[in-house]
């Protein structure tokens, strides 16, 4: 896969530019809006990620921050851990299995890792009525989701959304046939504890990371949310700021209130002094605002395309297939009738959620890659590296994303840093240590401490 594409055309196989040009092996689309989280479409830009559910009455945007994690400083290491591992190798030789192993779980075991969190829910509200003609897109080649409909009063709907890398922004442009007849409400929130601002024109939230969000308790402890804890000066915060850019915007209850056409832009920022996080987005926002939507539309599709574009697999399927939605693709293909394309469209949508989630300067991949709409996801979307962490990035050199791979090789420099004290004062040895589960906080400490 990884040729040149002058060599492969003379050749007579397959290039980027044919593949490319097979739009069933570069596009997931859907007949109806996503109905949960699991159903929308993911953007990213390595750092900052959208999910899209392009909903027609409301739709809710799940805005993610890589950087974002609850918890102060990771677990130290047990310093009397080599006294401790000096009797667990006793009882081992000893042929006292059991008792070693409730040493270990009473004496060297720390507290477990803390979550990467959700940002912030950009929430857009329609009066549309009956809707038709409905589909929803993602298209690989771009890395832009799409909407289109009609609705009543305003006619043909169009929504295009984005994450540039180049700019470091979210893009969501909104055009209707007749802009006259639209009105939209927007409004930003966050599921951690918050503060919400609004200018003319701009959505303010300040989200604080809980200094702990803890593991254990019953299930009700956990589902009502008491176990999460916050500090009035929190470990970090997370600034996001939505700029509406429109002809008609106007203060209204806890949102904006829209007339026509819009684009909407969002910076995220991390850290805990939130005058220069606020800093940071404006100036992010007042540079792509210059620009203008066309230009950053064109800036974002050449950065990824010169990433997307470096591998080909082109699989062609029976006729009519491919003008299937994604969704019924993938039921006949699991029941009743091979879809090579199919196959093709998978392999790069992984390629596709490499290049969105790890670019040069994100962090690394975690379990859910950089989106979350949870507080307290599953596994905590940290870092398991006994091997979904290696497993992701199976594809970085194999399709030609070097780049890509720069955040897991800055990710195992910090980790080996922090692991290098627990193997010293734990263990008394020499060399660096990790075990399976990581978090955001790069804790190298061994996980499961009960009390």
């Not at 896969?1 to 596009?27: I, L, S, V």
């Not at 080599?82 to 006793?90: A, I, N, T």
């Not at 940002?119 to 690989?140: G, K, P």
């Not at 490499?354 to 949870?374: C, E, H, T, V």
Request: glycine share 6%; net charge negative; proline share 5%.
């Amino acid at each position: 896969m990884n040729e040149d594409c002058t060599q492969a055309e003379a050749a007579g196989r397959p290039t980027a530019k044919d593949c490319r040009d097979t739009q069933e092996c570069h596009r997931l689309w859907y007949t109806a809006p996503g109905r949960n989280f699991n159903e929308a479409l993911p953007l990213g830009n390595g750092s900052l990620g959208a999910m899209i559910r392009g909903g027609t009455a409301e739709d809710l945007v799940c805005l993610n921050d890589d950087r974002f994690w609850a918890g102060r400083d990771a677990p130290a290491p047990v310093a009397t851990g080599p006294l401790v591992l000096e009797e667990v190798r006793r009882r081992l030789f000893a042929g006292d299995v059991a008792g070693a192993e409730a040493l270990v779980e009473q004496k060297l075991l720390t507290d477990f890792n803390q979550p990467y969190l959700t940002a912030a829910d950009l929430v857009i509200q329609w009066d549309h009525d009956a809707v038709e003609r409905y589909t929803r897109q993602l298209d690989l080649n771009t890395a832009v989701a799409e909407v289109n409909y009609v609705a009543s009063r305003v006619g043909r709907v169009r929504r295009r959304a984005f994450s540039s890398f180049p700019d470091q922004v979210f893009v969501l442009d909104a055009g209707f046939a007749d802009p006259s007849q639209a009105r939209t409400v927007l409004s930003l929130s966050s599921k951690t504890r918050h503060v919400s601002r609004m200018s003319a024109r701009d959505l303010i939230v300040v989200a604080d990371a809980p200094s702990m969000v803890d593991w254990r308790g019953i299930d009700d402890r956990i589902r009502d949310g008491e176990n999460i804890f916050y500090e009035v000066d929190p470990p970090r915060r997370c600034l996001t700021v939505a700029c509406v850019l429109a002809a008609s915007v106007s203060v209204h209850g806890e949102g904006l209130v829209v007339g026509g056409d819009f684009t909407v832009l969002v910076a995220t920022s991390v850290g805990s002094d939130v005058g220069l996080l606020l800093e940071d987005c404006l100036a992010r926002l007042e540079a792509a605002e210059s620009r203008g939507f066309s230009a950053l539309l064109e800036r974002h599709v050449a950065a990824h395309r010169a990433l997307y574009d470096r591998a080909a697999l082109t699989l062609r399927s029976p006729v009519g297939l491919s003008a299937l939605p994604t969704d019924e693709r993938l039921h006949r293909q699991a029941s009743i009738m091979r879809d090579p394309a199919l196959e093709a469209l998978l392999f790069n949508y992984g390629r596709y959620l490499m290049i969105a989630s790890s670019r040069p300067g994100s962090r690394a991949i975690n379990l859910q890659g950089i989106w979350n709409d949870k507080v307290q996801p599953p596994w905590w979307s940290n870092y398991t590296i006994n091997i979904n962490l290696q497993m992701n990035y199976w594809p970085a050199e194999p399709c030609n994303l070097a780049e890509c791979h720069e955040p897991l090789f800055d990710f195992v420099k910090n980790l080996s840093l922090a692991g290098a004290r627990t193997a010293s004062v734990q263990y008394g040895m020499r060399g660096w240590v990790a075990h399976h589960q990581v978090d955001g906080r790069f804790q190298t400490t061994a996980i499961g401490a009960l009390n």
